[in-house]
């Protein structure tokens, strides 16, 4: 199993002979990816749905990643189900902001560490958040294996109009 030898252990690797292959034993190569490797760059993809700070998290380059992913089904598969996880998230916490709101305490503390100031903050404009989802849908809906063809139902894009209608009454109310 590749990442399982030892530092300097030999390891028996296939090698391509004219035309005929046979094993030999030879030094673990260092930049293959362990089994450790491979689950951390999954939880770092599901959790940012970027591949170049999952390769960073893992001491791995982006291209060896990509790389990989092209060789390798089994490794391809385990990405999009982790991209999967994350839109799924990233949609859930979207809507969960568009329709819920939210917002954040600033508090200021003097010397003897009274409070001097409170100050609420407003979530950002989350139609930028918005527009990444629709941008990621065809995507995500390839990953999922639906088909996302004939574009949102008419149920869905109510859905998403009330959605935006309460974003924008709530900005209204706080006087944004």
Not at 44 to 57: H, Q
Not at 87 to 101: F, S, T
Not at 138 to 151: C, F, L, Q, Y
Not at 152 to 161: F, G, H, I, K, L
């Given at each position: 199993?590749?990442?399982?030898?030892?530092?300097?252990?030999?390891?028996?690797?296939?090698?391509?002979?004219?035309?005929?292959?046979?094993?030999?034993k030879r030094k673990?190569?260092?930049?293959?990816?362990?089994?450790?490797?491979?689950?951390?760059?999954?939880?770092?993809?599901?959790?940012?749905?970027?591949?170049?700070?999952?390769?960073?998290?893992?001491?791995k380059c982006r291209?060896?990643?990509?790389?990989?992913?092209?060789?390798?089904?089994?490794?391809?598969?385990?990405?999009?189900?982790?991209?999967?996880?994350?839109?799924?998230?990233?949609?859930?916490?979207?809507?969960?902001?568009?329709?819920?709101?939210?917002?954040?305490?600033?508090?200021?503390?003097?010397?003897?560490?009274?409070?001097?100031?409170?100050?609420?903050?407003?979530?950002?404009?989350?139609?930028?958040?918005?527009?990444?989802?629709?941008?990621?849908?065809?995507?995500?809906?390839?990953?999922?294996?639906?088909?996302?063809?004939?574009?949102?139902?008419?149920?869905?894009?109510?859905?998403?109009?009330?959605?935006?209608?309460?974003?924008?009454?709530?900005?209204?109310?706080?006087?944004?």
């Amino acid at each position: 199993m590749a990442g399982s030898a030892s530092e300097g252990e030999l390891v028996p690797q296939r090698q391509a002979i004219g035309g005929q292959k046979r094993v030999q034993k030879r030094k673990q190569r260092s930049d293959t990816w362990t089994q450790a490797q491979v689950r951390e760059f999954m939880a770092v993809l599901a959790e940012s749905c970027n591949a170049s700070e999952a390769a960073r998290a893992v001491g791995k380059c982006r291209q060896g990643a990509y790389d990989r992913r092209r060789r390798d089904p089994a490794f391809a598969r385990a990405w999009d189900a982790a991209l999967d996880q994350g839109y799924a998230e990233l949609e859930l916490m979207l809507m969960r902001a568009a329709l819920h709101g939210s917002e954040s305490e600033e508090i200021t503390l003097d010397g003897e560490g009274a409070v001097k100031t409170r100050k609420v903050k407003r979530a950002p404009n989350l139609s930028v958040g918005l527009r990444l989802w629709q941008h990621y849908r065809e995507r995500v809906a390839k990953i999922r294996g639906t088909s996302d063809d004939a574009g949102p139902t008419p149920e869905e894009q109510a859905q998403v109009r009330r959605a935006l209608a309460e974003i924008r009454r709530r900005r209204a109310a706080a006087g944004e």
